[in-house]
């Protein structure tokens, strides 16, 4: 033995063994320094973040709860039609700004004043205790907005009394945004005009929109029409930073800018201005503010390192490192020990320092090393065994181990224990939860095997433990992120589905659970076949790309539930030490669905542009056809063929003006004159007209205590008519058509563009051949019809009227089985009015003295001779100015006119509702009639409101003439009805 131990070689080269040692252990810290920087630094920068998050969740809900003060202030014009100085002041003291919201300057209500009511707004206010009160800036402008309201009226905030917002771009970029999408809308960096100059400091204004029906219209052109104002708040933003933010910034730095860009010109706020401290930590949030976005950068430097309390990695070095070194000694030792061995005869005394070797490695080990007993009971544990568990070695002494282990842990622990005792396993291992000395709980990695025994004596266990708490609660953070996300996630790794969310599992209708563990080909078998291709082509991309990265890609989804479209993000992670890919699947069937309608909508919009443009110049033309067909059938004595003749053109020129009006509901329409109708009764009606002559018949399915509608019972007869009419063009022969009226709960984002609450809806059913699924998506688009005798305006003016009262209509259709068109209206409170008794026809007075004012010579000419006709004294005007002084002449010299009829849009000149305003200054008493072809003028809706006693659409007959005037005959003005 002697001199095989003594061999050359063997010499020669054992004393290399502790360098390459050392070398080992080098680069084995080396490397686990890197990956423990790493490991801390991510934990570090999670902190952060969630740090950050939570100032962003202040920050944002704090934003929520003015925007919800902003609409109870809304709620308080919606609820009045005039809401005085006094009412304003009472409700804003009632919120107690000062107490609760002391970095709100105040709560104000910014009034929209046309250029031709500025004097008479200007006189008002004046006249009600602010005789120096004026629009600034001044100066000539289309339209005007004055700070009318602003509480706490104090000295500061009277800076602001009469400014207006719509003279200074940013303030007014974002109440026009308010206005054109019906709600909140926040302003950029702004100075607040209550600002000193001492001590300015950048702020915000909100804006929330005020319009005259106390409602949303629900488009741009409706909602421009009735708004009356906005209320709106101004904000000092450093003021909100503090109040909100408070002791949470005191180691971060917060920089706000009123952009996605992080420019200087941008920056709304900085907790820190000028601070030149070394970044350590950052991160960037986007937050969207009422239709703007605030970019959040937060930055951190040492001071919030140090806050941490995180241990230094210096010290997790130190000990490996010291490791490393014993190691090296170790190998020294060996070496050293070896050669004695050479040289030593007493085997004992090699036997006693291979064991110290064992009991260096032992205590110094970087896991926690035990053995127990037969019976559980602590044999050794080393001293990382102690740092674990915080017991000192002695009180484990007198422990059994799987006091150690946490309760709901314990059986699991045991079963492994057992099956390395029975020898079922050489090696047992399990991740379970331990308890400290002190009661907390830690996350380990036990790992069993056979400790060698004595003849006679049972075997113990020698076990590993290594403490994974932070791997652990990294994981189970992931996991939770992942289980609320509304995304849905996957993990593909080794052609299987490592892990999938709720979200991603109900996609391909299936359980998570049951998802885990399928093949990737089982996902993509859910995959629509005509969209396969394209998702194989970007998966062989990222095949052929040194990162792996899919590329962004949308496609079909099919599961038991129907077909969803999905968009896939997708890119390579490491998933428990192993290459993996994180797949991220956002639900986009309803976000298309929605911009789809938009696109729609924006369609017909446009459209209707254009045809209430050509009808309203159609219907200039036809009052002068009509005015003269009559006239000359009027110099027909006897009748005959020519007035035979003329009955037949009379007749052709009603549908040229059911045709033109036709045009006008479908482009815009008019503001529905709302009042509350019953549905059935609106339903008989229009059963009575559009199936009336025919050999079809209504069966009407009614749900008993059916709530009434709030709508414009012309333009809802219209379009139940509309689809009464097709359905019965649709059915050949006798039969029926099945009318249902039901109620209906729309739950939020149930159907694009409809919002959520109690509806009546509103079916109508036929039996005919049904529509084609190729034609189907274009039934509602204006000009499009199938049949040779149609105009394609019926379903596109039904269309335009449902979207006009806040509902929605749609179309079910199978060939061969029939159609069913839906109409959803909201539900109204209260009761329809009692029925007033049918007026008596009367003719007009033949006394007296009118004033036509009209800007087409042909409507002029032809209205003042029927007026003639009908026994008036007639005067005509070309345009509002010249009205106005005919009135004042005709007046003084004795001779007032008992009414004056007004065309309300004048080219290039006064139209008639600035000219009534000018008349009442003479007369207060005037009687007015609106004259236009446009019905979506407010005044045509509502004339009351404008202080007109009636209206008369163009195109129209002597009758319809003769019956208005007898109808406002005798009337007086109400006045100003402020």
């Known amino acids: 033995m002697a001199g095989r131990m003594s061999h ?4 020669r080269w054992i004393g290399l063994v502790p360098v390459v040692v050392f070398l080992v252990s080098a680069a084995l810290l080396a490397s686990w320094w890197m990956a423990l920087r790493a490991a801390q630094a991510r ?3 999670e902190h952060f973040e969630l740090d950050a998050r939570r100032v962003e969740t202040k920050i944002s809900e704090r934003l929520a709860t003015y925007d919800e003060i902003l609409r109870g202030v809304a709620g308080l014009f919606a609820a009045s039609d005039e809401v005085t100085r006094e009412d304003f002041h009472r409700y804003v003291h009632a919120l107690e700004l000062g107490t609760a919201f002391r970095e709100i300057h105040g709560i104000g209500f910014s009034i929209r004043v046309p250029a031709q009511y500025l004097e008479a707004h200007l006189r008002s206010v004046r006249a009600a205790g602010f005789p120096a009160y004026a629009i600034r800036p001044a100066g000539v402008r289309p339209e005007y907005t004055g700070v009318l309201y602003l509480e706490p009226f104090t000295e500061r905030n009277q800076r602001a009394f009469g400014l207006d917002g719509f003279a200074e771009p940013t303030r007014r970029a974002a109440m026009e945004l308010a206005r054109d999408r019906g709600r909140a809308a926040t302003t950029r960096k702004v100075i607040l ?3 000193a100059e001492q001590s300015q400091q950048p702020g915000i204004l909100t804006f929330f929109p005020v319009y005259a029906s106390g409602s949303d219209p629900g488009t741009e052109v409706l909602r421009r029409a009735a708004l009356r104002g906005w209320v709106y708040s101004p904000l000092q933003v450093k003021d909100f930073l503090e109040k909100v933010a408070g002791r949470s910034l005191e180691l971060i730095r917060l920089e706000i800018f ?4 992080t420019v200087p010109e941008h920056l709304l706020y900085d907790s820190r201005p000028g601070s030149q401290e070394p970044e350590a930590l950052a991160t960037t949030i986007l937050l969207p503010v009422n239709q703007v976005t605030w970019t959040l950068r937060f930055t951190a430097g040492a001071p919030y390192l140090a806050a941490t309390g995180q241990r230094s990695p210096a010290v997790d070095f130190g000990f490996m490192t010291l490791i490393a070194l014993l190691l090296t000694g170790l190998s020294a030792a060996a070496v050293a020990s070896w050669r004695a061995e050479q040289r030593a005869v007493d085997l004992s005394g090699s036997l006693r320092k291979s064991e110290a070797r064992w009991r260096t490695t032992f205590e110094h080990a970087p896991v926690g090393i035990f053995t127990v007993d037969a019976e559980d009971r602590f044999l050794q544990v080393n001293g990382r065994y102690v740092a674990i568990t915080g017991y000192t070695a002695d009180e484990l002494a007198h422990m059994r181990r799987s006091a150690i282990v946490h309760p709901d842990d314990r059986e699991a622990d045991a079963a492994v224990v057992r099956k390395v005792r029975s020898g079922e396993v050489e090696v047992g291992s399990l991740d379970r939860r331990g308890l400290r000395k002190d009661g907390t709980t830690f996350w380990a990695e036990a790992t069993f095997s056979l400790e060698p025994a004595a003849p006679g004596i049972p075997a113990g266990v020698i076990g590993v433990l290594d403490d994974i708490t932070a791997r652990h609660e990294a994981e189970a953070k992931f996991r939770e992120i992942a289980e609320r996300s509304l995304a849905g996630i996957l993990i593909v790794q080794d052609g299987r589905i490592a892990y999938a969310n709720p979200v991603a599992a109900e996609l391909v209708g299936a359980s998570a659970q049951d998802v885990v563990g399928k093949s990737a080909d089982w996902v993509r078998e859910r995959i629509h076949p005509g969209d396969l291709p394209n998702v194989r082509a970007a998966a062989a991309e990222a095949a052929a790309e040194v990162a792996g990265t899919l590329r962004p890609i949308t496609y079909r989804v ?4 129907g077909v969803r479209k999905v968009e896939q993000q997708a890119r390579p992670i490491q998933h428990l030490g192993r290459q993996a890919m994180l797949v991220f699947l956002l639900d986009v069937t309803e976000r298309e669905r929605t911009e789809a309608e938009l696109r729609k909508g924006q369609r017909l919009e446009s459209l209707g542009v254009v045809a209430g443009g050509i009808a309203h110049d159609f219907n200039n033309l036809l009052t002068a056809v009509f005015g003269h067909v009559e006239l000359a059938k009027a110099h027909m004595e006897g009748g005959g063929a020519a007035a035979r003749e003329l009955d037949v053109a009379l007749s052709a020129l009603e549908r040229s003006r059911d045709l033109t009006r036709q045009l006008l509901t479908f482009s815009a329409g008019g503001a529905p004159a709302r009042k509350i109708l019953p549905v059935r009764k609106i339903l008989e009606d229009a059963a009575k007209l559009g199936l009336g002559g025919s050999s079809l018949r209504a069966r009407f399915d009614v749900e008993p205590g059916l709530p009434p509608v709030e709508a414009d019972e012309g333009q809802m007869s219209q379009l139940l008519n509309n689809l009464l009419v097709n359905a019965r063009q649709a059915t050949s022969g006798a039969g029926e058509i099945v009318v249902r009226a039901r109620r209906r709960t729309v739950r939020e984002g149930e159907i694009p563009g409809l919002a959520p609450g109690e509806h009546v809806e509103i079916a109508v059913q036929d039996r005919g051949q049904g529509i084609a699924p190729e034609v189907l998506p274009r039934v509602f688009d204006p000009f499009f019809t ?11 003016t039904s269309h335009s009227i449902a979207r006009r009262h806040g509902g929605h209509i749609g179309i079910e259709s199978r060939v061969g089985e029939g159609t069913t068109v839906t109409v959803l209206l909201p539900a109204a409170t209260g009761e329809p009015p009692a029925e007033a008794p049918a007026p008596q026809e009367s003719r007009a007075p033949r006394t007296l003295r009118a004033l036509l004012m009209d800007d087409e010579p042909l409507v002029l000419k032809v209205g003042a ?39 309300l849009t004048v080219s290039g000149g006064m139209g008639g509702a600035q000219a009534l305003q000018q008349l009442q200054e003479i007369a207060p008493d005037v009687v007015a009639i609106a004259c236009s072809g446009y019905f979506d003028d407010a005044v045509m809706s509502a004339p009351g409101q404008f202080w007109f006693a009636g209206v008369l659409a163009k195109p129209y007959l002597t009758a319809d003439l003769e019956r208005v005037i007898a109808a406002v005959a005798g009337k007086r003005n109400e006045g100003n009805r402020g």
């Open 8 to 11: 050359p070689g063997i010499r």
């Open 43 to 45: 934990a570090m920068q």
């Open 193 to 195: 005009v209550q600002e």
């Open 258 to 261: 009123d952009a996605p860009e």
């Open 558 to 561: 099919m599961n038991p539930g």
């Open 786 to 796: 199938t049949r040779a005798t149609g105009t394609g305006l019926g379903l596109a």
């Open 865 to 903: 001779r029927n007026l003639a006709r009908l026994g008036l004294e007639v005067e005509t005007a070309t345009d509002g100015a010249e009205a106005v002084e005919k009135f004042r002449r005709n007046r003084s010299e004795g001779r007032p006119f008992d009414l004056v009829v007004l065309d």
